[in-house]
């Protein structure tokens, strides 16, 4: 994986895409495996989501906008994960855990990109 994303990095954006996609997928999915929360459908979803929103809108913007771009995901995605844990019906502890891995699996999905 690092050596294709070193490779495209030479070519144009949108080829670069490829792999770090590929990386986002293998963090958000990774770290909830990390944790020991296996499965995680809904939370791995979320955060893989967050990091193709925030690649489409660096995509999109201007390359100095790109730190504007990423706090204004990683802001969006921080209340849509509140949002999942709020409608998690497991005891307080396992929704604080549940939460932390959440954020931080968005968090490094969407800085990945």
Known sequence: LAALIALAASVARPALAVPVVLLQAVTAAGWYRLNGMWPARQGI??????????????????????????????????????????????????????????VASSALAVLAG
């Not at 979803?45 to 990091?51: E, H």
């Not at 201007?62 to 497991?90: I, K």
């Open 45 to 102: 979803a979320l955060a893989f989501a967050g990091g193709l929103t925030a690649d489409a809108a660096l995509l999109a913007t201007d390359r100095g906008d790109a730190a504007t771009v990423a706090l204004g995901t990683l802001g969006v995605w921080f209340l849509l994960v509140l949002v999942l844990q709020l409608r998690n019906h497991s005891s307080p502890d396992e929704r604080l855990y549940a939460l932390t891995a959440g």
